[in-house]
């Protein structure tokens, strides 16, 4: 499931798109999942990360659901 953000303003034709994906239980240690997201401008990457998420997910729904979240609260932080 892959999940994305679009911003279009329509004075300038500027375009941002945000991508965000996250895999279930990827370290077989923890049990963690891993998040990452990428904002890309005009089809450039301009802001990128991947990281464990901090709480063990007990569902594919509700990691990608955090890994949503995350990166929603991310493009509104850099909106402002």
Same mark, same amino acid.
């Given at each position: 499931?892959?999940?994305? @953000? !679009?911003?279009? !303003? *329509?004075?300038?034709?500027?375009?941002?798109?945000? #991508?965000?994906?996250?895999?279930?239980?990827?370290?077989?240690?923890? !049990?963690?999942?891993? *998040?990452? #997201?990428?904002? *890309?401008?005009?089809?450039?990457?301009?802001?990128?990360?991947?990281?464990?998420?901090?709480?063990?997910?007990?569902? *594919?729904?509700?990691?990608? #659901?955090?890994? @949503?979240?995350?990166?929603?609260?991310?493009?509104?932080?850099?909106?402002?």
């Amino acid at each position: 499931m892959k999940a994305g @953000l !679009r911003y279009k !303003r *329509t004075t300038h034709e500027v375009a941002i798109t945000g #991508y965000v994906d996250a895999d279930f239980a990827g370290n077989v240690d923890t !049990r963690k999942s891993l *998040t990452g #997201y990428v904002f *890309t401008f005009f089809g450039i990457a301009i802001s990128w990360k991947a990281n464990q998420q901090s709480v063990v997910a007990l569902s *594919t729904t509700e990691v990608e #659901y955090m890994a @949503l979240a995350e990166g929603s609260n991310l493009a509104k932080k850099n909106g402002k």
